[in-house]
Protein backbone atom coordinates (compact mmCIF):
# COMPACT_ATOMS: atom_id res chain seq x y z
CA UNK A 1 0.00 0.00 0.00
CA UNK A 2 1.23 3.00 -1.19
CA UNK A 3 0.90 6.50 1.30
CA UNK A 4 0.18 9.71 -0.28
CA UNK A 5 1.07 13.14 1.29
CA UNK A 6 -1.60 15.70 1.59
CA UNK A 7 -0.11 18.04 -0.72
CA UNK A 8 1.23 21.63 0.86
CA UNK A 9 0.52 25.17 -1.09
CA UNK A 10 3.99 26.62 -0.61
CA UNK A 11 2.37 29.37 -2.71
CA UNK A 12 -0.32 30.54 -0.14
CA UNK A 13 1.87 32.83 1.82
CA UNK A 14 3.06 34.60 -1.35
CA UNK A 15 -0.61 34.84 -2.29
CA UNK A 16 -1.39 36.36 1.18
CA UNK A 17 1.69 38.57 1.14
CA UNK A 18 0.48 40.12 -2.42
CA UNK A 19 -2.99 40.56 -1.65
CA UNK A 20 -2.16 42.56 1.46
CA UNK A 21 -0.31 44.66 0.02
CA UNK A 22 -2.53 45.40 -2.76
CA UNK A 23 -5.19 45.89 -0.30
CA UNK A 24 -2.63 48.38 1.50
CA UNK A 25 -2.59 50.40 -1.59
CA UNK A 26 -5.68 50.12 -2.36
CA UNK A 27 -6.78 51.88 1.03
CA UNK A 28 -4.17 54.10 0.56
CA UNK A 29 -5.29 55.42 -2.49
CA UNK A 30 -8.80 55.77 -1.43
CA UNK A 31 -7.51 57.95 1.17
CA UNK A 32 -5.77 59.76 -1.51
CA UNK A 33 -8.89 60.24 -3.28
CA UNK A 34 -11.12 61.32 -0.07
CA UNK A 35 -8.84 63.65 0.70
CA UNK A 36 -8.50 65.51 -2.22
CA UNK A 37 -12.31 65.47 -2.48
CA UNK A 38 -12.34 67.39 0.48
CA UNK A 39 -10.12 69.83 0.03
CA UNK A 40 -12.03 70.34 -3.29
CA UNK A 41 -15.26 71.02 -0.96
CA UNK A 42 -13.14 73.42 1.14
CA UNK A 43 -11.92 75.75 -1.71
CA UNK A 44 -15.55 75.37 -3.59
CA UNK A 45 -17.32 77.05 -0.34
CA UNK A 46 -14.27 79.47 -0.32
CA UNK A 47 -14.80 80.48 -3.76
CA UNK A 48 -18.55 80.47 -3.91
CA UNK A 49 -18.71 83.51 -0.91
CA UNK A 50 -15.84 85.25 -2.82
CA UNK A 51 -18.45 85.34 -6.21
CA UNK A 52 -21.36 86.14 -3.82
CA UNK A 53 -19.74 88.25 -1.12
CA UNK A 54 -16.70 89.33 -2.61
CA UNK A 55 -15.24 89.41 0.60
CA UNK A 56 -12.32 86.65 0.61
CA UNK A 57 -10.70 87.04 3.55
CA UNK A 58 -13.75 86.64 5.77
CA UNK A 59 -15.00 83.84 3.48
CA UNK A 60 -11.61 81.46 4.04
CA UNK A 61 -11.48 82.52 7.63
CA UNK A 62 -14.98 81.38 8.78
CA UNK A 63 -14.53 78.17 6.05
CA UNK A 64 -11.33 77.04 7.45
CA UNK A 65 -11.50 77.66 10.73
CA UNK A 66 -14.80 76.22 11.07
CA UNK A 67 -14.40 72.94 8.93
CA UNK A 68 -10.96 72.32 11.54
CA UNK A 69 -12.51 72.84 14.25
CA UNK A 70 -15.19 70.72 12.76
CA UNK A 71 -12.73 67.73 12.09
CA UNK A 72 -11.28 67.66 14.98
CA UNK A 73 -15.25 67.01 16.49
CA UNK A 74 -15.71 64.55 13.99
CA UNK A 75 -12.44 62.54 14.72
CA UNK A 76 -13.75 62.38 18.26
CA UNK A 77 -16.79 61.19 17.31
CA UNK A 78 -15.56 58.71 15.67
CA UNK A 79 -14.42 56.24 18.19
CA UNK A 80 -17.26 54.44 18.72
CA UNK A 81 -17.76 53.99 15.53
CA UNK A 82 -14.45 52.10 14.78
CA UNK A 83 -16.03 48.31 16.36
CA UNK A 84 -17.29 49.08 13.15
CA UNK A 85 -15.11 50.82 11.10
CA UNK A 86 -16.22 49.37 7.43
CA UNK A 87 -19.87 50.13 7.58
CA UNK A 88 -19.36 53.25 9.20
CA UNK A 89 -17.10 54.35 6.74
CA UNK A 90 -19.50 53.59 3.92
CA UNK A 91 -22.15 55.55 5.14
CA UNK A 92 -19.73 58.63 5.95
CA UNK A 93 -18.35 58.80 2.52
CA UNK A 94 -21.92 58.67 1.01
CA UNK A 95 -23.39 61.45 3.53
CA UNK A 96 -19.97 63.69 2.71
CA UNK A 97 -20.38 63.05 -1.05
CA UNK A 98 -23.67 64.07 -1.11
CA UNK A 99 -23.37 66.58 1.24
CA UNK A 100 -19.95 68.25 -0.48
CA UNK A 101 -21.30 67.39 -3.79
CA UNK A 102 -24.22 69.64 -3.02
CA UNK A 103 -22.82 72.30 -0.91
CA UNK A 104 -22.29 75.20 -3.61
CA UNK A 105 -25.77 74.41 -5.31
CA UNK A 106 -27.55 74.41 -1.62
CA UNK A 107 -25.41 77.77 -0.76
CA UNK A 108 -26.47 79.16 -3.94
CA UNK A 109 -30.15 78.56 -3.17
CA UNK A 110 -29.65 79.79 0.66
CA UNK A 111 -28.16 83.43 -0.82
CA UNK A 112 -31.09 83.70 -3.25
CA UNK A 113 -34.15 82.51 -1.72
CA UNK A 114 -33.60 82.65 1.90
CA UNK A 115 -31.26 84.93 2.46
CA UNK A 116 -29.81 82.85 5.01
CA UNK A 117 -25.93 82.45 3.37
CA UNK A 118 -23.95 82.53 6.58
CA UNK A 119 -25.88 80.21 8.42
CA UNK A 120 -25.79 77.71 5.63
CA UNK A 121 -22.19 78.27 4.86
CA UNK A 122 -21.05 77.29 9.02
CA UNK A 123 -23.80 74.53 8.53
CA UNK A 124 -22.28 72.82 5.91
CA UNK A 125 -19.03 73.72 6.86
CA UNK A 126 -19.40 71.84 10.37
CA UNK A 127 -21.00 68.89 8.30
CA UNK A 128 -18.48 68.49 5.92
CA UNK A 129 -15.36 68.82 8.45
CA UNK A 130 -17.39 66.73 10.72
CA UNK A 131 -17.29 63.96 7.96
CA UNK A 132 -13.86 64.41 6.85
CA UNK A 133 -12.85 64.51 10.77
CA UNK A 134 -14.05 61.08 11.01
CA UNK A 135 -12.64 59.48 7.77
CA UNK A 136 -8.96 59.56 9.19
CA UNK A 137 -9.67 57.14 12.51
CA UNK A 138 -11.55 54.56 10.76
CA UNK A 139 -9.34 54.69 7.64
CA UNK A 140 -6.29 53.73 10.85
CA UNK A 141 -8.66 51.21 11.85
CA UNK A 142 -8.97 49.55 8.61
CA UNK A 143 -5.24 49.81 7.79
CA UNK A 144 -4.74 47.69 10.48
CA UNK A 145 -7.17 45.15 10.38
CA UNK A 146 -5.05 45.05 7.26
CA UNK A 147 -1.61 44.26 8.66
CA UNK A 148 -1.07 44.83 12.10
CA UNK A 149 2.37 47.45 12.16
CA UNK A 150 3.93 50.22 14.15
CA UNK A 151 1.29 52.87 15.10
CA UNK A 152 3.84 55.50 13.61
CA UNK A 153 4.40 54.05 10.26
CA UNK A 154 0.82 53.34 10.12
CA UNK A 155 0.01 57.52 10.68
CA UNK A 156 3.20 58.17 8.20
CA UNK A 157 1.46 56.05 5.65
CA UNK A 158 -1.67 57.03 6.35
CA UNK A 159 -1.30 61.05 6.51
CA UNK A 160 1.36 61.37 3.32
CA UNK A 161 -1.80 59.13 1.58
CA UNK A 162 -3.92 62.52 2.68
CA UNK A 163 -1.48 64.82 2.29
CA UNK A 164 -0.75 64.09 -1.26
CA UNK A 165 -4.17 64.20 -1.95
CA UNK A 166 -5.25 67.29 -0.52
CA UNK A 167 -2.26 68.56 -2.97
CA UNK A 168 -3.92 67.55 -5.97
CA UNK A 169 -7.10 68.30 -4.78
CA UNK A 170 -6.09 72.28 -4.11
CA UNK A 171 -4.52 71.97 -7.84
CA UNK A 172 -7.18 70.33 -9.71
CA UNK A 173 -9.73 72.85 -8.22
CA UNK A 174 -8.33 76.10 -9.94
CA UNK A 175 -6.60 74.53 -12.92
CA UNK A 176 -9.01 72.10 -14.21
CA UNK A 177 -12.83 71.78 -12.46
CA UNK A 178 -12.96 75.61 -12.70
CA UNK A 179 -11.98 76.32 -16.04
CA UNK A 180 -13.39 73.12 -17.11
CA UNK A 181 -16.72 72.83 -15.37
CA UNK A 182 -17.26 75.64 -12.94
CA UNK A 183 -17.34 75.55 -9.15
CA UNK A 184 -20.98 74.01 -8.86
CA UNK A 185 -20.57 71.22 -11.91
CA UNK A 186 -16.71 71.02 -10.49
CA UNK A 187 -18.48 69.86 -6.67
CA UNK A 188 -20.95 67.52 -7.79
CA UNK A 189 -18.77 65.89 -10.14
CA UNK A 190 -15.93 65.69 -7.21
CA UNK A 191 -18.75 63.84 -4.68
CA UNK A 192 -19.52 61.41 -7.42
CA UNK A 193 -15.81 60.69 -6.94
CA UNK A 194 -16.13 60.25 -3.45
CA UNK A 195 -19.04 58.36 -3.58
CA UNK A 196 -17.08 55.94 -5.88
CA UNK A 197 -14.18 55.83 -3.89
CA UNK A 198 -15.65 54.87 -0.53
CA UNK A 199 -17.72 52.21 -1.88
CA UNK A 200 -14.43 50.65 -3.57
CA UNK A 201 -13.52 50.08 -0.11
CA UNK A 202 -16.55 48.06 1.24
CA UNK A 203 -17.23 46.59 -2.74
CA UNK A 204 -13.51 45.31 -3.26
CA UNK A 205 -10.97 45.89 -1.04
CA UNK A 206 -13.05 44.08 2.22
CA UNK A 207 -15.10 42.25 -0.01
CA UNK A 208 -14.36 39.01 1.32
CA UNK A 209 -15.21 40.39 5.26
CA UNK A 210 -18.46 41.03 3.91
CA UNK A 211 -22.44 39.77 2.95
CA UNK A 212 -23.86 39.73 0.12
CA UNK A 213 -26.37 41.69 1.66
CA UNK A 214 -24.73 44.40 3.52
CA UNK A 215 -22.70 44.67 -0.19
CA UNK A 216 -25.73 44.85 -2.07
CA UNK A 217 -26.66 47.79 0.24
CA UNK A 218 -23.70 50.18 0.16
CA UNK A 219 -23.58 49.24 -3.78
CA UNK A 220 -28.02 50.47 -3.28
CA UNK A 221 -26.44 53.61 -1.28
CA UNK A 222 -23.71 54.79 -4.01
CA UNK A 223 -26.46 54.18 -6.89
CA UNK A 224 -28.87 56.87 -5.26
CA UNK A 225 -26.15 58.86 -4.09
CA UNK A 226 -24.68 59.05 -8.02
CA UNK A 227 -28.33 59.12 -8.82
CA UNK A 228 -29.02 62.06 -6.97
CA UNK A 229 -26.03 64.31 -8.03
CA UNK A 230 -26.04 63.27 -11.57
CA UNK A 231 -29.61 64.73 -11.63
CA UNK A 232 -28.21 67.93 -10.01
CA UNK A 233 -25.44 67.76 -12.60
CA UNK A 234 -27.69 67.41 -15.33
CA UNK A 235 -29.88 70.38 -14.09
CA UNK A 236 -27.55 72.90 -12.72
CA UNK A 237 -27.08 75.21 -15.79
CA UNK A 238 -31.18 75.10 -15.74
CA UNK A 239 -31.31 76.24 -11.43
CA UNK A 240 -28.15 78.84 -12.10
CA UNK A 241 -30.09 80.28 -15.09
CA UNK A 242 -33.44 80.51 -12.55
CA UNK A 243 -31.77 82.09 -9.40
CA UNK A 244 -29.74 84.52 -11.41
CA UNK A 245 -33.23 85.88 -13.26
CA UNK A 246 -34.50 86.11 -9.25
CA UNK A 247 -31.26 87.73 -8.20
CA UNK A 248 -31.21 90.27 -11.34
CA UNK A 249 -33.68 92.62 -11.93
CA UNK A 250 -33.44 91.83 -15.74
CA UNK A 251 -32.89 88.56 -17.78
CA UNK A 252 -29.52 87.33 -18.17
CA UNK A 253 -28.10 87.59 -21.16
CA UNK A 254 -25.29 86.43 -20.56
CA UNK A 255 -22.98 84.66 -17.63
CA UNK A 256 -19.28 83.22 -17.39
CA UNK A 257 -17.12 82.43 -14.50
CA UNK A 258 -13.52 82.71 -14.92
CA UNK A 259 -10.74 81.40 -13.12
CA UNK A 260 -11.67 85.27 -11.78
CA UNK A 261 -15.24 86.34 -11.14
CA UNK A 262 -18.78 85.64 -12.37
CA UNK A 263 -19.63 87.81 -15.74
CA UNK A 264 -22.86 88.54 -16.14
CA UNK A 265 -24.68 90.73 -18.67
CA UNK A 266 -28.43 91.56 -18.16
CA UNK A 267 -30.61 93.57 -20.87
CA UNK A 268 -33.91 94.78 -20.38
CA UNK A 269 -36.78 95.00 -22.76
CA UNK A 270 -37.33 98.44 -24.30
CA UNK A 271 -39.98 100.59 -22.67
CA UNK A 272 -42.01 103.76 -24.72
CA UNK A 273 -39.45 102.82 -27.74
CA UNK A 274 -36.50 103.99 -25.51
CA UNK A 275 -33.65 101.47 -26.13
CA UNK A 276 -32.85 98.66 -23.46
CA UNK A 277 -31.11 98.32 -20.46
CA UNK A 278 -27.85 96.30 -20.86
CA UNK A 279 -25.84 96.30 -16.99
CA UNK A 280 -22.53 94.29 -16.94
CA UNK A 281 -21.91 92.83 -12.92
CA UNK A 282 -18.63 91.36 -12.15
CA UNK A 283 -19.41 89.10 -8.99
CA UNK A 284 -22.71 90.46 -8.85
CA UNK A 285 -21.46 94.53 -8.15
CA UNK A 286 -22.91 96.75 -10.87
CA UNK A 287 -19.89 97.64 -13.55
CA UNK A 288 -22.30 100.20 -15.92
CA UNK A 289 -25.63 100.18 -17.21
CA UNK A 290 -26.10 101.59 -20.77
CA UNK A 291 -28.73 104.51 -19.92
CA UNK A 292 -26.36 106.58 -18.02
CA UNK A 293 -23.03 104.91 -18.30
CA UNK A 294 -21.77 107.69 -20.18
CA UNK A 295 -22.16 110.21 -17.37
CA UNK A 296 -19.62 108.21 -15.29
CA UNK A 297 -17.17 107.92 -18.09
CA UNK A 298 -16.84 111.49 -19.32
CA UNK A 299 -16.06 112.12 -15.58
CA UNK A 300 -13.66 110.06 -15.46
CA UNK A 301 -11.78 110.11 -18.74
CA UNK A 302 -11.87 113.41 -20.05
CA UNK A 303 -10.57 115.75 -16.99
CA UNK A 304 -7.79 114.02 -16.70
CA UNK A 305 -6.95 114.09 -20.69
CA UNK A 306 -7.25 118.00 -20.55
CA UNK A 307 -3.27 118.54 -21.77
CA UNK A 308 -0.99 116.33 -23.46
CA UNK A 309 -1.94 113.15 -23.85
CA UNK A 310 -0.01 111.71 -26.61
CA UNK A 311 0.33 108.44 -24.51
CA UNK A 312 -2.62 107.17 -22.35
CA UNK A 313 -2.47 104.03 -19.78
CA UNK A 314 -6.14 102.53 -19.01
CA UNK A 315 -5.93 100.43 -15.89
CA UNK A 316 -8.76 98.16 -15.94
CA UNK A 317 -12.08 99.57 -17.78
CA UNK A 318 -11.77 96.20 -20.05
CA UNK A 319 -15.35 96.52 -21.23
CA UNK A 320 -13.72 99.32 -23.41
CA UNK A 321 -16.12 102.37 -22.63
CA UNK A 322 -13.37 104.62 -20.88
CA UNK A 323 -11.09 103.51 -23.50
CA UNK A 324 -13.62 105.03 -26.03
CA UNK A 325 -13.51 108.43 -24.66
CA UNK A 326 -9.56 108.30 -24.95
CA UNK A 327 -9.90 107.64 -28.94
CA UNK A 328 -12.11 110.60 -29.28
CA UNK A 329 -8.68 112.41 -29.50
CA UNK A 330 -7.21 112.31 -32.47
CA UNK A 331 -4.38 113.63 -31.02
CA UNK A 332 -3.84 110.82 -28.93
CA UNK A 333 -1.31 108.38 -30.50
CA UNK A 334 -1.02 105.56 -28.37
CA UNK A 335 -3.01 103.77 -25.70
CA UNK A 336 -2.43 100.93 -23.88
CA UNK A 337 -5.11 99.52 -21.76
CA UNK A 338 -4.37 96.33 -18.48
CA UNK A 339 -7.29 94.34 -17.81
CA UNK A 340 -6.87 91.22 -15.87
CA UNK A 341 -9.66 88.79 -16.78
CA UNK A 342 -8.77 87.67 -20.82
CA UNK A 343 -13.14 87.00 -20.50
CA UNK A 344 -14.06 90.74 -20.16
CA UNK A 345 -11.85 91.58 -22.84
CA UNK A 346 -13.58 89.23 -25.41
CA UNK A 347 -16.98 90.07 -24.59
CA UNK A 348 -16.31 93.40 -25.26
CA UNK A 349 -14.50 92.47 -28.36
CA UNK A 350 -17.51 90.44 -29.47
CA UNK A 351 -20.92 90.74 -27.93
CA UNK A 352 -23.17 93.26 -29.89
CA UNK A 353 -24.23 95.13 -27.77
CA UNK A 354 -20.84 96.07 -25.81
CA UNK A 355 -19.49 96.72 -29.38
CA UNK A 356 -21.86 99.21 -30.37
CA UNK A 357 -21.81 100.54 -26.74
CA UNK A 358 -17.65 100.91 -26.73
CA UNK A 359 -17.45 101.94 -30.69
CA UNK A 360 -15.56 98.86 -31.17
CA UNK A 361 -12.41 100.90 -29.16
CA UNK A 362 -10.69 98.01 -28.55
CA UNK A 363 -10.22 97.62 -32.28
CA UNK A 364 -9.00 100.70 -32.64
CA UNK A 365 -5.25 100.60 -33.97
CA UNK A 366 -3.85 103.21 -31.59
CA UNK A 367 -4.56 100.36 -28.56
CA UNK A 368 -2.23 97.79 -27.72
CA UNK A 369 -4.19 95.59 -25.15
CA UNK A 370 -2.83 93.45 -22.01
CA UNK A 371 -3.85 90.56 -20.34
CA UNK A 372 -2.30 91.19 -17.17
CA UNK A 373 -2.69 92.23 -13.35
CA UNK A 374 -2.28 95.76 -13.05
CA UNK A 375 -0.09 95.51 -10.31
CA UNK A 376 2.43 93.08 -11.84
CA UNK A 377 2.05 95.17 -15.00
CA UNK A 378 3.67 98.50 -13.24
CA UNK A 379 5.90 96.76 -11.46
CA UNK A 380 7.63 95.84 -14.57
CA UNK A 381 6.51 98.78 -17.01
CA UNK A 382 9.66 100.90 -17.37
CA UNK A 383 7.12 103.04 -20.01
CA UNK A 384 5.58 106.54 -19.15
CA UNK A 385 2.29 108.11 -20.01
CA UNK A 386 0.86 111.22 -20.36
CA UNK A 387 -2.53 110.38 -18.49
CA UNK A 388 -3.17 107.52 -16.31
CA UNK A 389 -6.62 106.49 -15.71
CA UNK A 390 -7.48 103.74 -12.96
CA UNK A 391 -10.59 102.20 -13.54
CA UNK A 392 -10.83 99.47 -11.13
CA UNK A 393 -13.73 97.46 -9.62
CA UNK A 394 -14.95 98.74 -6.00
CA UNK A 395 -12.16 97.60 -3.45
CA UNK A 396 -14.18 95.05 -1.34
CA UNK A 397 -12.12 91.83 -2.11
CA UNK A 398 -8.61 90.94 -1.63
CA UNK A 399 -7.91 91.13 -5.28
CA UNK A 400 -9.10 94.30 -5.57
CA UNK A 401 -7.28 95.96 -1.64
CA UNK A 402 -4.17 96.09 -3.54
CA UNK A 403 -5.37 98.11 -6.29
CA UNK A 404 -5.77 100.72 -3.87
CA UNK A 405 -2.97 100.92 -1.68
CA UNK A 406 -0.08 103.12 -1.09
CA UNK A 407 2.22 100.39 -2.81
CA UNK A 408 -0.04 100.87 -6.03
CA UNK A 409 -0.21 104.30 -6.13
CA UNK A 410 3.15 104.27 -5.66
CA UNK A 411 3.84 102.28 -9.38
CA UNK A 412 1.18 104.52 -11.35
CA UNK A 413 3.07 107.84 -10.41
CA UNK A 414 6.12 105.93 -11.53
CA UNK A 415 4.65 105.44 -14.92
CA UNK A 416 3.72 109.12 -15.16
CA UNK A 417 6.01 111.33 -17.52
CA UNK A 418 6.74 114.95 -16.98
CA UNK A 419 3.55 116.57 -16.09
CA UNK A 420 1.57 113.71 -16.29
CA UNK A 421 -1.97 113.22 -14.50
CA UNK A 422 -3.95 110.29 -12.94
CA UNK A 423 -7.61 109.85 -12.18
CA UNK A 424 -9.01 107.53 -10.13
CA UNK A 425 -12.38 106.14 -9.79
CA UNK A 426 -12.91 106.25 -5.83
CA UNK A 427 -16.20 105.27 -4.65
CA UNK A 428 -19.19 106.71 -3.49
CA UNK A 429 -18.23 109.39 -1.18
CA UNK A 430 -21.64 109.58 0.15
CA UNK A 431 -22.45 106.01 0.51
CA UNK A 432 -18.66 104.88 1.86
CA UNK A 433 -16.67 108.61 2.49
CA UNK A 434 -14.50 106.66 4.93
CA UNK A 435 -13.19 104.56 1.57
CA UNK A 436 -13.32 107.46 -0.19
CA UNK A 437 -10.86 109.49 2.06
CA UNK A 438 -8.72 106.38 2.55
CA UNK A 439 -8.17 106.37 -1.07
CA UNK A 440 -6.98 110.24 -0.56
CA UNK A 441 -4.89 109.61 1.83
CA UNK A 442 -3.16 106.39 0.54
CA UNK A 443 -2.54 108.66 -3.32
CA UNK A 444 -0.91 111.45 -0.95
CA UNK A 445 1.48 108.92 0.84
CA UNK A 446 2.27 108.42 -2.76
CA UNK A 447 3.65 111.77 -3.20
CA UNK A 448 0.35 113.02 -5.35
CA UNK A 449 -1.43 115.95 -5.45
CA UNK A 450 -4.59 115.28 -5.20
CA UNK A 451 -8.17 116.98 -6.39
CA UNK A 452 -11.48 114.89 -5.64
CA UNK A 453 -15.03 115.67 -7.53
CA UNK A 454 -17.87 114.00 -7.55
CA UNK A 455 -21.22 113.60 -10.53
CA UNK A 456 -24.25 112.30 -10.24
CA UNK A 457 -24.63 108.84 -12.31
CA UNK A 458 -28.48 107.42 -11.38
CA UNK A 459 -27.37 104.08 -11.63
CA UNK A 460 -24.81 104.18 -9.34
CA UNK A 461 -26.08 107.61 -6.99
CA UNK A 462 -23.16 110.14 -5.90
CA UNK A 463 -19.80 108.88 -7.61
CA UNK A 464 -16.52 110.03 -6.68
CA UNK A 465 -13.05 110.46 -8.76
CA UNK A 466 -9.31 111.42 -7.55
CA UNK A 467 -7.51 113.78 -10.02
CA UNK A 468 -3.75 113.62 -9.66
CA UNK A 469 -0.15 114.64 -10.37
CA UNK A 470 2.90 115.61 -8.57
CA UNK A 471 3.50 118.87 -7.61
CA UNK A 472 0.26 121.15 -6.78
CA UNK A 473 -3.07 120.23 -6.37
CA UNK A 474 -4.58 119.71 -10.10
CA UNK A 475 -7.17 121.83 -11.54
CA UNK A 476 -10.20 119.63 -13.64
CA UNK A 477 -10.90 121.19 -16.79
CA UNK A 478 -11.85 120.14 -20.44
CA UNK A 479 -10.55 120.40 -23.75
CA UNK A 480 -12.66 117.82 -25.47
CA UNK A 481 -12.60 117.44 -29.56
CA UNK A 482 -16.56 118.13 -29.74
CA UNK A 483 -19.04 118.83 -26.47
CA UNK A 484 -19.93 116.19 -24.24
CA UNK A 485 -23.39 114.63 -23.75
CA UNK A 486 -23.35 115.44 -19.83
CA UNK A 487 -19.85 116.85 -18.96
CA UNK A 488 -19.09 120.72 -19.81
CA UNK A 489 -17.41 123.31 -17.71
CA UNK A 490 -20.04 124.11 -15.35
CA UNK A 491 -20.67 120.91 -14.34
CA UNK A 492 -17.26 120.03 -13.49
CA UNK A 493 -16.73 123.23 -11.54
CA UNK A 494 -19.99 122.49 -9.33
CA UNK A 495 -18.38 118.30 -9.17
CA UNK A 496 -15.61 119.80 -6.82
CA UNK A 497 -17.98 120.91 -4.31
CA UNK A 498 -18.82 119.51 -1.83
CA UNK A 499 -21.76 119.47 0.83
CA UNK A 500 -20.55 119.98 4.73
CA UNK A 501 -21.38 116.53 5.98
CA UNK A 502 -19.28 114.41 3.19
CA UNK A 503 -16.87 116.63 2.66
CA UNK A 504 -13.77 114.33 2.24
CA UNK A 505 -10.08 115.55 3.93
CA UNK A 506 -7.61 112.78 3.06
CA UNK A 507 -6.16 112.94 6.62
CA UNK A 508 -7.06 109.38 7.64
CA UNK A 509 -4.47 106.25 7.64
CA UNK A 510 -3.14 104.79 4.13
CA UNK A 511 -4.17 101.58 2.64
CA UNK A 512 -1.22 99.20 2.43
CA UNK A 513 -0.85 95.49 1.06
CA UNK A 514 0.47 94.76 4.48
CA UNK A 515 -2.99 96.53 6.29
CA UNK A 516 -5.57 97.13 3.26
CA UNK A 517 -7.75 99.50 5.74
CA UNK A 518 -9.95 99.98 2.18
CA UNK A 519 -10.97 96.92 2.23
CA UNK A 520 -12.23 96.59 5.58
CA UNK A 521 -14.00 100.37 5.47
CA UNK A 522 -15.07 99.60 1.70
CA UNK A 523 -16.81 96.35 3.06
CA UNK A 524 -18.31 97.39 6.34
CA UNK A 525 -19.84 100.94 4.28
CA UNK A 526 -21.57 99.00 1.35
CA UNK A 527 -22.71 96.42 3.78
CA UNK A 528 -24.28 99.08 5.77
CA UNK A 529 -26.04 100.54 2.54
Known amino acids: MTVVDNPVDTDAPVRQSRRTRLMRAGLLFATFA ?9 LALVAQGSYLLGDSITQASVVLATMVFAMGIGSLAAKPLQRRALASFAVIEAVLALVGGLSVLGLHAAFTWLDLYWPALIAISLIVGGLIGAEIPLLMTLLQRIRRQDAGSATADLFAADYVGALVGGLAFPFLLLPLLGQTRGALLVGMVNAVAGACVVLFLFARTVTRRRRLAVAAGTLAVLAVLGVAFASSDTFLRYSRDV ?76 LREVLRYPDVREVVEVELDPAVLRLARQNPTLRALNEDSLADPRVRVVADDAFAWLRDNSARFDAVIVDMPDPDSTATAKLYSHEFYLLARRALAPGGRMVVQAGSPYFAPRTFDCVLASMRAAGLAVTPYHVNVPTFGDWGFVLAQEGEAPTPRLDPPEPLRFLDADVLASAQVFPADRRPTGEGVPSTLDDPRVLRLSTDEWQQY
Open 247 to 322: LYRDPVVYQETTSYQEIVVTESSPVAGGAPDTRLFLNGDLQFSSIDEYRYHEALAHPVLAGKRDRVLVLGGGDGLA
Open 34 to 42: CAACGLVYE
